[in-house]
């Protein structure tokens, strides 16, 4: 069938899987330092409303990054704050966040450009685009490689490649750094962190940041290269998705990226599906089409998440001993 060419359903899935990869590698970060980060969502989506408004106002799609990763790292400080110095639930904190978060940017972009909780459309140079890798002209003319080569290696945006990259950065920092080292102990034995004279709380605090900025990144990314702007909720669910995609991945960077790839097979596939008829079945439902990757969610956790161990510190505060 012409719908399910390969090429493009694979080219689809890292573009899909961009934002939940890049929320993923936050998620791990911050619980490995020991602080569960359900806020995942609001930062993201507090994120992809600075971005597209800044991008909007200066025609800059920098400047909307920037933005992004701001607002969203001025979220995670409160969530740190809550968690880390208040010694708060966790996981009322990052609920907490997503619910100002859904009311906060649905509310500013109403005030500043009146169109119904939505930004105006953003300008190509308000946007990442997609790169055309030298040579794909010469490669136009070879079966098969030439078309992975333009439009699957090729043609994709910045923050594609970069949420790519940031895979073995993250397996490098976690497991070959003094930092990572640091870190993953603190979220596995705090006081052992503490005894040798490291702080606990600049740890958290400094995993908690990791995990705003690359929010910020993956929130940016759906407004400014996914997207052409803001809308209300336009997250829907991927930061709850990306928790997902950590827990299966088993707080490790390749599994994760596995796991968000999947998740993006099928989200492309089933955008694929839309309108497409097969023999005996019909048209598919769209509102069963845009449930799929949900329901895969729910029926991997219910499958896996009793086997997932996550770190033995990780939504627990820590209280230093006298």
């Not at 490790?252 to 008829?277: H, K, S, T």
């Amino acid at each position: 069938m012409e719908g399910f060419d390969l090429i493009p359903i694979l080219a689809a899935t890292l573009r899909v899987a961009t934002p939940l990869l890049l929320a993923a590698l936050a998620g791990l970060f911050s619980e490995r330092s020991g602080i569960i980060d359900v806020g995942l969502e609001g930062k993201m989506l507090v994120a992809a409303f600075a971005a597209a408004a800044a991008a909007s106002v200066s025609g800059n799609v920098f400047l909307g990054l920037l933005a992004g990763i701001g607002a969203s790292c001025l979220l995670g400080l409160v969530h740190a704050y809550a968690c880390v110095t208040l010694r708060g639930s966790q996981v009322v904190s990052g609920m907490a966040i997503n619910i100002v978060a859904s009311g906060l940017t649905a509310t500013l972009a109403l005030a500043w450009f009146s169109m119904g909780g939505q930004t105006p459309p953003l300008p190509a140079s308000a946007r990442f685009l997609p790169i055309t890798l030298p040579g794909s002209e010469a490669l136009a003319g070879v079966p098969v490689l030439g078309r992975v080569y333009a439009a699957l290696i090729g043609g994709q945006t910045a923050l594609v490649y970069l949420a790519l990259l940031l895979v073995p950065l993250s397996a490098w920092v976690l497991y070959r750094s003094r930092f990572g080292l640091r870190l993953r102990a603190c979220g596995e034995h705090p006081a052992a962190i503490d005894t040798a004279g490291i702080s606990v709380a600049r740890l958290r605090y400094a995993g908690v940041l990791i995990a705003s900025v690359l929010c910020g990144v993956a929130g940016a990314y759906i407004a400014t290269a996914q997207g052409a702007g803001f809308q209300r909720d336009m997250i829907a669910g991927r930061g709850y998705i990306a928790l997902a995609a950590m827990i299966l991945g088993g707080w490790r960077p390749w599994p994760i990226l596995l796991a968000c790839l999947a998740f993006g097979l099928l989200d492309a596939v089933a955008i694929r599906l839309q309108g497409v008829v097969l023999p005996g079945i019909g048209a598919f439902p769209v509102q069963a089409i845009q449930a799929l990757p949900y329901l895969l969610t729910v029926v991997l956790l219910a499958g896996f998440v009793g086997r997932a161990i996550p770190p033995k510190a990780s939504g627990t505060p820590y209280v230093k001993e006298r």
